[in-house]
């Protein structure tokens, strides 16, 4: 089955950074798009950033542009979320998911196939 595995979250001061990965299992990764979401305590699971299939479309949420770069390593099933600058407001479970549709890219959390368990990114003020 569709595995999805998040890791690399944990607690950094305001202005700092961390690197999240999602190793993918039980699927062909090179041909789904992946992307990254994430969920505050009471808010409803928000976009943060997407990568095409091949690599060379991303897409970002704008309060994270500038600040995240997300990747990936198809010859290592692999999705990254490199997060710098990081603010308080950062501070949620986030999430690697897949999606493959027709039209390309997607911010859309219903278009989406295969989630992760998340991983907890805690930004101290």
């Known amino acids: 089955q569709v595995q999805l595995v998040e890791s690399g979250g944990g607690l950094v001061q305001a202005g700092g950074s961390l690197s999240l990965s999602c190793a993918a299992s039980?699927?062909?990764?090179?041909?789904?798009?992946m992307g990254w979401f994430r969920q505050a305590p009471g808010k409803e699971r928000e976009f943060v950033a997407v990568?095409?299939?091949?690599?060379?479309?991303?897409y970002y949420l704008d309060s994270v542009k500038g600040r995240f770069t997300i990747s990936r390593d198809n010859t290592k099933n692999t999705v990254y979320l490199q997060m710098n600058r990081l603010k308080p407001e950062d501070t949620a479970v986030y999430y690697c998911a897949a999606h493959r549709t027709p039209w390309g890219t997607s911010s859309n959390r219903n278009d989406y196939n295969y989630w992760g368990q998340g991983t907890q990114v805690t930004v101290s003020s």
């Open positions: 039980g699927m062909v990764f090179s041909s789904y798009n």
């Open positions: 990568v095409s299939w091949r690599g060379i479309t991303t």
